[in-house]
């Protein structure tokens, strides 16, 4: 991958992780029916982007859109939301869909969402194009969220994090690690990470799909504060085991983003910064990193690969 959306760390900032200067890139109105646009994710896609994206409309419904990008930055985000083609026997009409992940697995576009099924569960459904999508079988049983797969098999298996939850807005949540041999039974279930103190002191759940390093499988994951005026969101980095991904190598003390700008503190729902995906070049170590702001509009920071590993590991608290 290359030439993904990147600017140079300003001159008078010391942080491994910093925004764009011209956030947010996707506005709350940016299709006629949107009432915000938000935790959404994208991927390289022929010559550009592509990407799936949450569009709450007004009536707050919490719809799936398809979107395109020349840059990465400027999107064209279909008008109308995906309508998935089940493959599901005996399926039920789609009741919303919210928060997804996008990942390329072999030959073709795999999207995960929470998914409303008697309750939030994970669902599933791969593309080649962007425009048809094929829905399978939920991967788990209600109440879970934040299902985020790895981008190739491990050990032969394929593999997902996910945060099992509860009805609403959960007041707890570790990480798991799940695998499948086809993407539709899914077991050896693991422990990977739990909330612990301070901005992460209430619950955790995985953001980006992990990137693959030469330490391990660096992943980018929000987590949770219950402060005095309500839940505060930011997000934080960890190291997994590349062969055994429920191992954490390193995870970091401090946050590397938390809501601190207006677009960021401001919105339907206050003080929350939220990522969903990574864009990463290989050769020059550049990451992007695409966020929701104040579940109302969409922004994009920056880091460094190899200086944000090191800051792991000065930084880390197991």
Known sequence: ?????????????EDVVWRYSKNPIIHRNEIKRSNSIFNSAVVPFKDGYAGVFRCDDKRREMLLHAGFSVDGVKWNINPEPIEFQSEVEDSEPFEYGYDPRVCFIEDRYYVTWCNGYHGPTIGIAYTFDFETFHQMENIF????????????????????????????????GDIFYSESPDLIHWGRHRHVMAPRGWWQSTKIGAGPVPIETKEGWLLFYHG????????????????LDLNEPWKVKYRTEPYLLSPQTLYECVGDVPNVVFPCAALHEEESGRIAIYYGCAD???????????ELIDFMKKNSKL
């Not at 049983?141 to 997902?160: D, E, S, T």
């Not at 949770?224 to 960890?238: D, E, H, M, R």
């Not at 109302?296 to 190899?306: A, E, I, Q």
């Open 224 to 239: 949770v504060l219950t402060s005095c005026n309500g839940y505060v969101y930011s997000f934080g980095a960890a190291m």
């Open 141 to 172: 049983l209600p109440y879970n969220r934040n299902g985020v797969l790895f981008p190739r098999k491990i050990n032969g298996k394929y593999a997902i994090l996910s945060r099992p939850s509860d009805t609403g807005h959960t007041a707890f």
């Open 296 to 306: 109302t509009v969409t922004g994009v920071c920056f880091t460094m690969r190899d």
């Open 1 to 13: 991958m290359k030439n993904i959306p990147w600017e140079p760390r300003p001159v008078d900032c």
